[in-house]
């Protein structure tokens, strides 16, 4: 009686599926859990577009004296965030005849991105800093003060004349 074993394209197939449910299994368990980088001015766009689900519109709202926020999602509070700032804090919107305008505000910092990654239209400046999230799709660009800004702008609208 002769003893039968296996082939050795038997072999490689059981190789080949311990292998994968293998990856499958310590793929699941070694993720790291995705977490929102900390916030700051020069990331906020990327880090409001973090807890945007289904490309919806995300807000970062910050009441009284700028010491608590939150995240908002359709008007659902998403996430409870230690504020970055003070009330110090100034809104701007760049007009093409006026230059930088001050902005009024009902609370201390409210700035919402909607799921195609278009922010609000305003510019912040915030202690020695300027950040202008006035362009549509591009990353927010930093100036050392609103007349840096100001130059910038005029030489862009001279250059598209």
Known sequence: MQKRGFSL????????????????????IKAPKESPPQPSFENLKSYLLFFSKDHKSVKLLCEN?????????????????????????????????????????????????????????????YKDRVYDYTLYFAEVKVYDSLQELNDAKEKLISDIE
């Open 9 to 28: 394209i038997e072999l490689m197939i059981v190789i080949v599926i311990i292998g994968v449910v293998y990856s499958l299994v310590i793929s699941k």
């Open 65 to 125: 004296e700028c010491d608590k926020c939150a995240i908002y999602s359709d008007n659902k509070k998403l996430s409870d965030l230690k504020s970055f700032f003070d009330s110090s804090v100034e809104f701007y919107r760049y007009d093409y005849f006026l230059g930088d305008v001050a902005l009024s505000r009902q609370n201390c910092f409210e700035f919402s991105v909607d799921g195609d990654g278009v922010s609000d239209q305003v510019i912040i400046r």
